[in-house]
């Protein structure tokens, strides 16, 4: 009897994070959009984590929220489009593919400028996804902008 007492009192508590005033808070619609700012690094050499910026931006953008990415490092490689499309995440499509759907929702991505030379990919790779060259003073902006605070 004291057992099923506490396991029963121990399932409430385990619940509590998921409830706010008797209601449920698992399924609801978010109440505020969010601004967030997505940077990689990740590249050809791990198509998993290179990847899952591009699904994670998509599956933000798709439920409502602002995104914008950074990408530098090897992950500026994936502007190239014979790259993208070689990309492809354990389970997921290639990631040519998600950035297509990227672009065509006018997701803004920065490919650091610097990296991009460094590797080779050129303003006409970056065409492709409609992306621009970054540098750190847009790196900071894009900082800025996903922490400011949104009023209603």
């Not at 029963?8 to 994070?17: D, E, G, H, N, V």
């Given at each position: 009897m004291v057992r099923r007492l506490f396991l029963?009192?121990?399932?409430?508590?385990?619940?509590?994070?998921?409830t706010f005033g008797g209601r449920s808070l698992v399924g609801q619609a978010p109440h505020k959009t969010l601004k967030i700012m997505m940077k990689s690094a990740w590249g050809s050499d791990d198509p998993t984590k290179a990847g899952f910026p591009f699904l994670h931006g998509l599956a933000?953008?798709?439920?409502?929220h602002e995104v914008q990415f950074f990408l530098l490092g090897e992950a500026v490689g994936l502007m190239?489009?014979?790259?993208?499309?070689?990309?492809?995440?354990?389970?997921?499509?290639?990631?040519?593919?998600?950035?297509?759907?990227?672009?065509?929702?006018?997701?803004?991505?920065?490919?650091?400028?610097?990296?991009?030379?460094?590797?080779g990919v050129t303003e006409g790779d970056l065409n492709n996804y409609g992306a621009k060259f970054g540098n750190p003073t847009i790196f900071v902006s894009l900082v800025e902008w996903a922490d400011r605070v949104i009023t209603e």
């Open positions: 029963s009192r121990f399932a409430q508590l385990a619940a509590l994070p998921f933000l953008a798709e439920a409502g190239r489009k014979t790259l993208a499309n070689a990309v492809t995440p354990v389970g997921w499509p290639p990631v040519g593919e998600t950035l297509d759907k990227l672009a065509a929702k006018h997701i803004q991505i920065y490919a650091c400028g610097t990296c991009s030379r460094a590797r």
